[in-house]
C-alpha cells in the first residue's frame, strides 16, 4: 500500500510535466499566430473562401465544402476581419504542434524526445507559414496527421476500433481538400503490402472504416455527378501547379533542407520496422503521386510522423555519446531553422517595408495579402467615374475571384455595384436577373475581350500600395461595349483553372 501511495505522486508528476510541456509548446505558436495574425489584410484565396461561404453548397470547383462553410461560420460569429478568420488555423496550427510531440509519445518515446519533437514541428516552416492565413491547407494538414496517428495505433495497438476513427477521419478529410486521396492510396496500399493488415480484412472492422468515409463524403460526390464533375475539369487544366518533380524536390529541398537528415532517418527506420512499414509507405506513397502533379505541400503531413521516428532511431544509438550529440544537433538545426525561415514564412513585417525586403518576390502569401481594400475602392472609383448613363447598365468582370470578393467585404452594400467572376466557383455565380450591356473588365487587355466588345477601351491600371507585386498590381480595366447579352457569352469566359 505504502508502495502504491508513493509512486502515484510520480505519475502525476510526469503527467502533469507532459502536459505542462505540450500545452506550452501548442499555446507559444497560438499566441505567435494571434500576436501576427492582422499585420496583413485578407489574403486573394481568403476572399475566395469568404465569398463561397456566402454561397452554400455541397462542393465547389477546386474543393469541398468544408472550409468555405467554417469560413462563413467563423465570421458570422466573430465579424469579418483577417484576425478573426484566422483564429482557427492559429488555434489548429496549436493542435498540430502538440500532435507532433504525441507521435513520439505513441511511439514510447521519452518526455526529451517529445519536447524536441514539439520543438521540430514549432519551428516547421511548412507549419509556420500556413497556419497563420485561412486556407485549405491547414485542415488538411489536420486530416492527414490525425489520420496518421490513428493508423499507427492501429499497428501499435491492433484495437478495432483504431479503424472506425481513421475511416472518420479520411472521411472528413475528402470534405476539406482532395490532396487526401494520396494519403488513403498510401494506406491502402500498406494495407494489402502487409500481411496482418491484409488478413483483418476478412473482418468487419475496415469494410466499416470504408463505408463511413464514403458515406461522410457522399453529399459532396452527389455533387460532383449532379455538377458533371468540375474538379476533374479543374485538376486537368490545373495540373496541380507545381512545375513538375524538378520543381516539387527544389521547394521540398528549401522547405525541409535543415532536417532532412532527420526525415531520411526515420523514413529508413520506418521501412526497416516490420510493426512500422506500413506507415513508411503510407507516408512515402503520396510523396511519390505529387511529384509529377502537385506541390511540396501537398504531402506536408507526413512529416512529423517520419521526424517522429527520426527521433526514436537517434534514441536507439547505444553509445550514449553519440546520440546526446545527435540530439543536440537536431535542437541546435531546429533553432536555425526558425531563425532562417522566420520572417520569410511568419507575417511579421509591415505591408510597407515587404517589397523593400523583397518578401512579396519570396512569399506569395505576403504580396496576395496586401491592398484588397485600396484595390476595391480603385475599382469602386473607376465605376462611378462612368457617365450615369452607363454605370446603370454596366457590370463588373474580373477575370480573378479577388475583386469581386474584396468588394463584397470593402465596398458599401447599399450601392455596391454587380461584381463577378468566370475563374473557378464564381463562374456558377451570375445572377440570373443580370441586363447589362456594358461591362468592366478586371484584368483583361482591349485585346483579349475584342471577341466580345465593340471599341474595348483601356480606361486604367490597377495599382497595389507600396509597390508590392501583388496579383493586381498593374492589371488593367478595359471598358467593354457588349456584343450579346452576357448569358451568350458566360460560358466563353469560364476559367477552371
Given at each position: 500500500?505504502?508502495?502504491?501511495?508513493?509512486?502515484?505522486?510520480?505519475?502525476?508528476?510526469?503527467?502533469?510535466?507532459?502536459?505542462?510541456?505540450?500545452?506550452?509548446?501548442?499555446?507559444?505558436?497560438?499566441?505567435?499566430?494571434?500576436?501576427?495574425?492582422?499585420?496583413?489584410?485578407?489574403?486573394?484565396d481568403e476572399l475566395y473562401y469568404l465569398t463561397c461561404g456566402l454561397h452554400p453548397a455541397l462542393g465547389y470547383v477546386d474543393f469541398p465544402p468544408i472550409v468555405p462553410l467554417l469560413a462563413r461560420l467563423e465570421t458570422g460569429l466573430l465579424g469579418v476581419t483577417p484576425w478573426t478568420l484566422r483564429l482557427l488555423p492559429s488555434l489548429l496550427g496549436g493542435f498540430l504542434v502538440a500532435l507532433s510531440g504525441?507521435?513520439?509519445?505513441?511511439?514510447?518515446g521519452s518526455l526529451r524526445l517529445q519536447g524536441i519533437a514539439l520543438l521540430t514541428a514549432i519551428a516547421a516552416p511548412y507549419l509556420l507559414g500556413s497556419n497563420w492565413v485561412f486556407q485549405t491547407v491547414t485542415f488538411d494538414q489536420v486530416t492527414w496527421m490525425v489520420a496518421l496517428y490513428w493508423f499507427l495505433g492501429l499497428l501499435i495497438d491492433?484495437?478495432?476500433?483504431?479503424?472506425?476513427?481513421?475511416?472518420?477521419?479520411?472521411?472528413?478529410?475528402?470534405?476539406?481538400?482532395?490532396?487526401?486521396?494520396?494519403?488513403?492510396?498510401?494506406?491502402?496500399?500498406?494495407?494489402?503490402?502487409?500481411?496482418?493488415?491484409?488478413?483483418?480484412?476478412?473482418?468487419?472492422?475496415p469494410w466499416i472504416a470504408a463505408a463511413l468515409a464514403l458515406l461522410i463524403w457522399a453529399p459532396n460526390l452527389v455533387w460532383q455527378v449532379l455538377e458533371g464533375f468540375p474538379t476533374l475539369i479543374y485538376i486537368v487544366n490545373h495540373g496541380g501547379g507545381g512545375g513538375g518533380p524538378v520543381a516539387y524536390l527544389i521547394q521540398f529541398g528549401v522547405?525541409?533542407?535543415?532536417l532532412i537528415?532527420?526525415?531520411?532517418?526515420?523514413?529508413?527506420?520506418?521501412?526497416?520496422?516490420?510493426l512500422l512499414r506500413p506507415v513508411g509507405i503510407a507516408c512515402a506513397v503520396p510523396l511519390l503521386m505529387f511529384l509529377?502533379?502537385?506541390?511540396?505541400y501537398y504531402a506536408a503531413g507526413t512529416i512529423p510522423i517520419a521526424l517522429a521516428q527520426g527521433l526514436m532511431a537517434i534514441s536507439q544509438i547505444k553509445r550514449p555519446r553519440l546520440r546526446s550529440g545527435l540530439e543536440i544537433a537536431v535542437v541546435v538545426t531546429t533553432v536555425l531553422e526558425f531563425v532562417t525561415f522566420f520572417f520569410?514564412?511568419?507575417?511579421?513585417?509591415?505591408?510597407?517595408?515587404?517589397?523593400?525586403?523583397?518578401?512579396?518576390?519570396?512569399?506569395?502569401?505576403f504580396a496576395d495579402s496586401v491592398g484588397w481594400d485600396d484595390v476595391a475602392n480603385q475599382v469602386t472609383t473607376i465605376y462611378d467615374d462612368l457617365p450615369a448613363s452607363e454605370r446603370s447598365s454596366t457590370v463588373i468582370i474580373s477575370a480573378y475571384y479577388g475583386v469581386p470578393g474584396a468588394l463584397d467585404v470593402y465596398d458599401n452594400p447599399s450601392d455596391r455595384p454587380t461584381a463577378v467572376s468566370p475563374q473557378l466557383s464564381d463562374w456558377y455565380w451570375l445572377p440570373?436577373?443580370?441586363?447589362?450591356?456594358?461591362?468592366?473588365?478586371?484584368?483583361?487587355?482591349?485585346?483579349?475581350?475584342?471577341?466580345?466588345?465593340?471599341?474595348?477601351?483601356?480606361?486604367a491600371h490597377l495599382t497595389v500600395p507600396y509597390h508590392v507585386a501583388g496579383l493586381e498590381q498593374g492589371a488593367p480595366v478595359t471598358f467593354c461595349q457588349l456584343k450579346a447579352p452576357i448569358p451568350q457569352i458566360w460560358g466563353k469566359l469560364r476559367n477552371f483553372s
Open positions: 500500500m505504502s508502495l502504491g501511495l508513493k509512486a502515484q505522486p510520480s505519475r502525476q508528476h510526469s503527467r502533469l510535466t507532459t502536459v505542462l510541456l505540450f500545452g506550452g509548446a501548442a499555446a507559444g505558436i497560438v499566441a505567435l499566430h494571434l500576436a501576427t495574425n492582422s499585420t496583413l489584410g485578407f489574403h486573394t504525441a507521435y513520439v509519445r505513441r511511439l514510447g491492433r484495437r478495432p476500433r483504431y479503424w472506425i476513427y481513421l475511416g472518420i477521419t479520411l472521411g472528413i478529410g475528402l470534405e476539406v481538400k482532395y490532396t487526401i486521396v494520396g494519403l488513403i492510396a498510401g494506406i491502402g496500399i500498406a494495407v494489402f503490402l502487409t500481411p496482418s493488415l491484409r488478413t483483418e480484412l476478412r473482418t468487419k472492422y522547405y525541409f533542407s535543415f537528415p532527420l526525415w531520411l532517418a526515420g523514413m529508413i527506420s520506418l521501412f526497416r520496422s516490420r509529377f502533379v502537385g506541390k511540396s520569410l514564412v511568419v507575417p511579421v513585417t509591415p505591408p510597407d517595408r515587404i517589397h523593400a525586403l523583397s518578401l512579396d518576390s519570396i512569399n506569395e502569401v440570373t436577373n443580370l441586363t447589362a450591356t456594358d461591362a468592366l473588365m478586371v484584368d483583361y487587355q482591349p485585346s483579349d475581350v475584342a471577341w466580345m466588345c465593340t471599341s474595348p477601351k483601356l480606361l
